[in-house]
């Protein structure tokens, strides 16, 4: 494995209401890497992240757990920490020590009792925040519903980077919306350059004279923006 460089490492803490998909979402990510070659699941108690026996009979994530993934030359640290309002001592320390907060909001639930806590010691601990919206292959997903809430509810700041594509039964799928041609992800796409060219004037003026910005730069410079800052 040898020596992990801090520069090369990168963590992030996976929160949510209790059952929003946490402990499923990073289930997906370590068979997506390949470090699994089945995906368990919550049901039949047989994930990587919920091992401990109490989780597996009664299906719920009690204590933090840490998975590691090795990917693109970088090592991700992913906490998987329990929703459920007994637990909130571990999402506010999990959320402490990571590099990122990834909130995940039911695109059926929508933003609930614990999002919003989630979002509380975020703030408080100063992380940066990414939202996930889990669910949309389930009936009734409504991932602008959640969106609008996101925003109304958490910050203006709140953009997407990745669209869904369909919903419910039609879920197919999600697009990169600055990589996507298409039609759908446009104005996401100049949302997300306009918020760019705002924090960087030499961008701004690139972009009033109609010249093409580089995706490496809106991405550089997306880093910067924090929606713990309004
Ligand atoms: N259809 C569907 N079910 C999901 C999804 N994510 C999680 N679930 C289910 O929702 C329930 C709660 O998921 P879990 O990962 O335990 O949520 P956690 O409490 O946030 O860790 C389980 O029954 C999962 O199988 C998803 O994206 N789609
Ligand atoms: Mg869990």
């Not at 961008?203 to 730069?217: F, H, R, S, V």
Request: one cysteine or more; aromatic letters at 6%.
């Amino acid at each position: 494995m040898g020596v992990r460089k801090p520069e090369d490492t990168r963590s992030f803490a996976l929160c949510a209401h209790g059952g929003a998909g946490k402990t499923s979402l990073a289930e997906a990510m370590l068979f997506d890497n390949g470090n699994i070659t089945r995906m368990g699941s919550v049901q039949n108690g047989n994930t990587v992240s919920d091992f401990q026996s109490e989780e597996q009979k009664r299906n719920i994530s009690i204590s933090t757990s840490l998975l590691t993934l090795e990917r693109k030359g970088k090592t991700f640290y992913v906490l998987d920490a329990p929703g459920y309002a007994d637990f909130t001592g571990e999402m506010s320390a999990a959320i402490r020590v990571a590099d990122t907060a990834v909130i995940l909001v039911s695109a059926v639930g929508g933003i609930e009792v614990q999002t919003s806590r989630a979002w509380e010691y975020a703030a408080h601990h100063n992380a940066p925040v990414a939202f996930v919206v889990s669910k949309m292959d389930r009936e009734n997903a409504d991932f602008e519903k959640v969106l609008a809430d996101i925003k109304s509810q958490f910050s203006q700041n709140a953009l997407p980077v990745f669209l869904p594509v369909g919903a419910g039964d039609k879920f197919s799928g999600v697009v990169d919306v600055l990589k996507s041609d298409s039609p759908e992800a446009e104005s996401a796409k100049e949302a997300l350059i306009e918020a760019a060219v705002e924090m960087d004037d030499a961008l701004m003026e690139k972009y009033l004279e109609g010249e093409t910005i580089p995706q490496a730069d809106i991405e550089r410079t997306l880093k910067k923006l924090s929606p713990q800052k309004e």
